[in-house]
């Protein structure tokens, strides 16, 4: 498991960057709040998503090397830095320039900083929702129109190098918060007394009757506040006595077996369904440990990657190429979401009707 050495609170620039993308709670269509696109001709929508999918895991793979340990430390390392934009697009800016330090528009980058885009550099391609992409650019690929343009903050340039207090505060907020979106998805999380050497699991309960509920954000006629219900579909116990910050990486792990797809899915829409064939143990435990490391780095700079992940990398010499990358960035950003503020109730697409 993911460990920490000091107090810190998340490092955080979106209030002052509305221009950046929120990646990656839907699936491969972006247009979340749109209305329903028209099936795909001859009902093939499955196939296209699983196309796409694997589409998105081939050009990762072939666009940078992260098949080595080190590679694939490298990368996670990278996607722990650019907090202001989601997993997924820290990725693919990272499979285009490696060396990126703040990416940002061409617009922002002459609105804030009074910086013009240099001749005949590449542009970074990323996603937005109701997308398609955005085009952004490196610092090293901008030069200051001014003599006296804004400096780029050096937080934002090395937000690694900072040293911020207030974890547990900040762990609490994201454990409260990720427990009330986890009731979406049926889960019920639960602290059991185990012994030291225990973390966690999650197991699915396919024959249960019991109902999680949680409050709602309207009332009802009479003023009392509304509680909307969902069926449980999975029960997660965590060990009450680990510590605060070893707690939430226990949520994390588990919540990460889940939303890679580990023990499938009710609904693709949601998260993938990888459990058939069933994946290594390597495998399973390299991407939910990964996604432990990803989102405890935002939190504290000096997270370190533990001994668990690091054995299984050392073990096999190579990173096993049913890791998934992007299930592994998907997941990283959704329970990233879900830690920092309520989420509505999922929507479910409708069935395709024929005629």
Same mark, same amino acid.
């Given at each position: ?21 929120? *990646? ?121 129109? @001014? ?43 639960? *602290? ?34 509304? @509680? ?26 588990? *919540? ?66 049913? @890791? ?32």
């Amino acid at each position: 498991m993911a460990t920490t050495n000091s107090p810190s609170t998340p490092f955080d620039l979106r209030a002052s960057e509305p221009e950046q993308a929120s *990646l990656f709670d839907g699936d491969v269509d972006f247009d979340v709040d749109g209305p329903e696109p028209a099936p795909p001709a001859g009902g093939r929508r499955d196939v296209d998503v699983e196309d796409a999918r694997k589409s998105i895991d081939a050009l990762i793979h072939s666009a940078g090397n992260y098949g080595g340990p080190q590679e694939y430390r490298e990368l996670l390392r990278f996607v722990s830095r650019l907090p202001e934009y989601r997993p997924f697009n820290r990725m693919l800016i990272h499979v285009q320039k490696p060396g990126a330090e703040y990416v940002a528009t061409a617009n922002r980058w002459l609105r804030t900083f009074k910086r013009t885009i240099r001749p005949g550099v590449r542009p970074l391609v990323i996603l937005q929702p109701r997308g398609p992409v955005r085009v952004v650019f490196d610092v090293d690929d901008t030069e200051p129109l @001014v003599d006296d343009a804004p400096p780029v903050p050096r937080s934002a340039v090395r937000p690694l190098e900072i040293q911020l207090d207030g974890t547990v505060a900040q762990i609490d907020d994201r454990w409260r918060y990720t427990e009330l979106n986890a009731i979406r998805d049926g889960i019920r999380i639960t *602290l059991v007394d185990d012994g030291g050497h225990s973390g966690g699991r999650i197991r699915k309960t396919p024959n249960s009757t019991i109902r999680l509920s949680r409050p709602a954000t309207g009332r009802t006629p009479d003023g009392l506040p509304q @509680v909307e219900d969902f069926p449980l579909h999975y029960e997660l116990e965590i060990n009450r006595n680990l510590s605060p910050t070893d707690r939430y990486a226990t949520l994390i792990h588990e *919540l990460a077996h889940l939303y890679c797809g580990h023990l499938g899915s009710p609904d693709t829409d949601h998260w993938p369904d990888r459990s058939q064939p069933i994946l290594g143990h390597a495998t399973r435990e390299i991407e939910a440990e990964s996604v432990v490391h990803m989102l405890l780095a935002r939190i504290d700079p000096d997270v370190r990657m533990g001994d668990y992940i690091q054995g299984h990398l050392d073990k096999t010499k190579q990173v096993p190429p049913s @890791v998934s990358l992007n299930a592994m960035m998907r997941c990283a950003g959704l329970i990233e979401e879900m830690g920092e503020h309520r989420m509505p109730r999922r929507r479910s697409r409708p069935t395709p009707t024929t005629r």
